[in-house]
């Protein structure tokens, strides 16, 4: 999941029922240990349908050369739907009945949808009559997952598994504003029905994967180290000029696992793989750092364009305690109060990441406290692009949303940086934000961290832990990815992507 090589393309646009896209699939592993891949084409009359696919050599450890099946298209969209709304099919599991069973996104009006279909040898499909679990006003669902976490187990469950202390997630890719959703609740396999623990933050409406530029994700099982891991797209947010000058566009997010937080039961952990601490090289260690209101601390920790960082900030809950509510009647968010530079009694305080000497570039990731009503504290995450580059043709967005914090926990964060990816992950991973950044001076040996407190009334005392990361080799056959620093061609585990030109076309 560290080290990649790169590999021809697993299947071109060579077909009729394909012309228009080889678009996002699934692997469903077959009692046999044989593979099958279901995914989407657009045909040469751009109506979406689903196709069967197999690896030409299945002794083959790589998988490189794929078959598609002389039968396909094996599913037409439904006549109650677009046929331009009808993509993205998951793994499948097996139901009590022993039929495979599968989701597909789609929409009714402006109604988001998860249909199934159960099948016996992937050729031949049932649309059942009960929907998964659809939302109003909520669009095109895309790039559905639907997969089982434990209430009891840190690890993770492969996608079948039902039973007592199961909990199902539901997730969907919301081509309306291209943000990942999703929702905890209860599957019956039974009825073919899922229901959300709390409907007012439903799939679409409620908790997202990653509050940054994080879309079309895809979790699997690892059978191996028994772990769901989460991988997922990153667009590019400067000018398709630049992207033409540079060579190439987009890349994939660092690899997650995703569990059930067992402290709140109501959200997920998301964290890097363990494999990249593997690369970690040249530890800093800062304890108990001391930044008093309008504090600015520069670390010297070398190199900083491609670092792991570990912090954690500390507050003295009495002189919180005693502080006023916030000033004003607007509710507190990152995106519109101007990110890290405006100044409040409990934040904005953190790390400010590839910047520069002057401070001309850099990109603050930090903590903003709010007081309530009723004094309790309410904790944001962000990440504010707004100063990451002098470039002129880049998206400057500031990121973020609330985080949970339960009694007696430290503020924590770990960002990711490397070149012009900034990854952050707040409170173990409650809380993502992946955002896209292109520095001009901040770049190289000229980049630069720092420790800041914007607050105005409480001192923070934060302990900080970086490494360096960067390339390297394995028996000089792959290479270390981190960000940019390699850009793939990947059969993400047999998993067929197509990126944002085709997706543009789709609606």
Not at 155 to 183: E, F, N
């Amino acid at each position: 999941m560290v080290h990649w090589r790169h590999l021809p393309i697993a299947m071109e646009t060579d077909k009729w029922y394909d012309v228009n896209g080889v678009w996002t699939g699934s692997t469903t592993i077959l009692p046999n240990n044989e593979l099958v891949v279901l995914y989407t084409g657009s045909t040469n009359e751009s109506v979406q349908v689903q196709n069967l696919a197999y690896p030409a050599n299945p002794s083959d450890p790589l998988l490189v050369n794929w078959v598609k099946d002389p039968a396909n298209p094996v599913l037409v969209p439904p006549k109650w739907i677009n046929i331009k709304d009808f993509r993205d099919p998951t793994t499948a599991w097996l139901t009590p009945e022993g039929r495979w069973r599968m989701v597909i996104g789609t929409k009714v009006n402006r109604t988001g949808v998860a249909i199934l279909y159960d099948t016996d040898d992937f050729k031949s499909y049932d649309l059942q009559d009960t929907k998964l679990h659809q939302v109003d006003g909520t669009g095109m669902w895309e790039c559905v997952d639907f997969f089982p976490v434990s209430k009891n187990e840190s690890g993770g469950l492969d996608t079948g598994v039902i039973g007592p202390g199961i909990k199902h997630v539901l997730k969907a890719s919301m081509d309306d504003d291209r943000c990942d959703y999703y929702a905890i609740g209860d599957y019956n396999p039974k009825t073919g029905t899922w229901v959300p623990d709390n409907p007012k933050i439903d799939v679409g409406i409620g908790l997202r994967y990653d509050y940054g530029i994080y879309y079309a994700s895809k979790t699997f099982y690892d059978q191996n180290k028994e772990r769901r891991i989460l991988w997922s797209w990153i667009k590019e947010t400067d000018s398709e000029s630049s992207d033409i000058k540079k060579g190439w566009a987009s890349l994939m997010a660092v690899p997650r696992t995703v569990a059930l937080d067992p402290l709140t039961g109501s959200n997920l952990l998301q964290w890097p793989i363990e494999e990249l601490e593997k690369i970690r090289s040249n530890l800093n260690e800062f304890n108990e750092v001391k930044l008093e209101p309008g504090s600015l601390v520069p670390l010297n920790v070398g190199p900083t364009s491609q670092l792991d960082i570990m912090v954690e900030f500390e507050l003295d809950k009495k002189l919180t305690d005693s502080l006023p509510l916030r000033a004003g009647s607007v509710p507190y968010n990152c995106a519109g109060h101007g990110g890290a530079g405006v100044r409040d009694a409990l934040g904005p305080f953190g790390v400010l990441v590839l910047a520069n000497k002057n401070l001309t570039e850099h990109t603050p990731a930090y903590f903003y406290i709010v007081k309530g009503k009723k004094g309790e504290l309410d904790t944001f995450f962000c990440i504010d692009q707004s100063r990451s580059s002098i470039a002129k043709d880049v998206d400057k967005s500031i990121y973020g949303s609330t985080v949970p914090v339960l009694e007696g926990e430290k503020l924590s964060m770990r960002i990711l940086v490397d070149h012009s990816i900034v990854e952050g992950y707040a409170q173990g991973g409650r809380s993502c934000i992946t955002s896209r950044v292109y520095p001009t001076e901040a770049i190289n040996d000229d980049a630069q961290i720092f420790l800041f407190n914007n607050a105005t009334s409480i001192t923070v005392t934060a302990s900080l832990k970086t490494w360096q990361m960067g390339l390297s080799s394995t028996n000089g056959s792959g290479w270390v990815w981190i960000g940019p620093s390699l850009i793939l061609v990947v059969v993400f585990f047999f998993v067929v992507w197509t990126w944002q030109n085709q997706r543009n076309n789709r609606s």
